[in-house]
């Protein structure tokens, strides 16, 4: 199947192309940005080596659904979407961590606790939980924004400050906003019959110095989600939880040997696992948007992308 994993174009006053895990973004005239959501498949900070049909244009129309039911409480970067794979907003400036909230132990809090480490990011994590349980408050653990592919790294609120990555004034804002977002967010999952266990937020500042929420939201990529029936009764009874996330990935390549870590060789994804994946993502989009997915015409994806966008530029 056809599957969109780097670009190449040429848009009418490009400046530069930035290449991230997922999506490539081209800078228009130091005024807007063209994010296209690839196909492209990321687990433990690295990519993978083959696409994932369909993926991109679940991340992408995710991210906007909720861009739109969260732009009452927090403005975000979003101007348009004219191609279900391409958003295109203001060009920002982002802030140099990413804002990853927890509401649950669970993932690499999980994995820390696992450990013996009853802090994260300077956050305490009570004694006696266990994997998937819910903590008393959603704790804050910002994650330094890796630059060059490295990994992302956990870092506390005090060392954000202290070492002037981000100001105090923009950090509250940042944290405010988070919150608000991720109460918002349990809120739509929980209506769905989901619970938003984490999830991660990117901010940035506008030209005129206006703090918004840039690139993803809510995605299975940034986020993860259980289904809420059954949670407490799979709790009680030390069983793994049913989610949705790209969890089942990570966990599929830890099985096979491979966490990302210097001298492991990722393991090889048939044409069968990689349609099953595909299957996965369209099943979360089902889920956390409640609403059918309708699959964009692949048949030349490059070509549909540099029309749509072109349209856009062009009016």
Same mark, same amino acid.
């Given at each position: ?193 989901? +619970?938003?266990?984490? $999830?991660?937020?990117?901010? /940035?500042?506008?030209? %005129?110095?206006? &703090?918004? !929420?840039?690139?993803? *939201? ?47 060789? +990722?393991?090889?994804? $048939?044409?069968?696992?990689? /349609?099953?994946?595909? %299957?996965?993502? &369209?099943? !979360?989009?089902?889920? *956390? ?27």
């Amino acid at each position: 199947m056809n599957t969109i994993t780097t670009t190449h174009f040429q848009f009418p006053g490009q400046k530069s192309i930035y290449r991230g895990k997922v999506r490539e973004v081209y800078n228009i005239d130091d005024n807007l940005l063209v994010m296209i959501a690839t196909d492209r498949l990321s687990a433990f900070d690295v990519v993978l080596p083959k696409g994932i049909p369909y993926k991109g244009q679940i991340l992408n129309q995710i991210a906007t659904k909720f861009m739109e039911l969260t732009s009452d409480i927090v403005p975000n970067w979003l101007i348009a979407t004219p191609d279900p794979n391409v958003a295109i907003g203001y060009l920002c400036e982002p802030f140099k961590v990413e804002m990853v909230i927890r509401g649950y132990l669970s993932g690499h809090a999980a994995r820390e606790y696992a450990l013996g480490k009853r802090t994260i990011c300077g956050m305490t994590m009570l004694e006696g939980l266990k994997e998937n349980d819910k903590f008393p408050t959603p704790l804050i653990t910002p994650t330094t924004k890796a630059d060059n592919g490295s990994h992302d790294e956990d870092i506390s609120r005090e060392a954000i400050l202290s070492k002037g990555i981000v100001a105090e004034e923009d950090y509250i804002v940042l944290e405010k906003y988070t919150r608000d977002l991720y109460q918002r967010g349990t809120e739509i999952a929980a209506s769905r019959g989901l +619970i938003l266990v984490d $999830t991660k937020y990117e901010f /940035g500042k506008t030209k %005129e110095g206006k &703090i918004v !929420l840039i690139d993803e *939201i809510h995605t299975p990529d940034s986020s993860r989600y259980f289904y809420a029936k059954g949670y407490q009764e799979r709790q009680d009874n030390n069983e793994e939880q049913k989610q949705l996330s790209k969890e089942f990935v990570r966990r599929w390549l830890i099985e096979n040997g491979f966490q990302g870590k210097e001298g492991q060789k +990722i393991p090889n994804m $048939t044409d069968e696992y990689i /349609g099953m994946v595909s %299957e996965r993502y &369209i099943e !979360l989009y089902e889920n *956390i948007l409640g609403e059918k997915f309708v699959k964009a015409d692949v048949s030349n994806i490059y070509e549909r992308i540099e029309r749509n966008v072109l349209a856009f530029l062009n009016k």
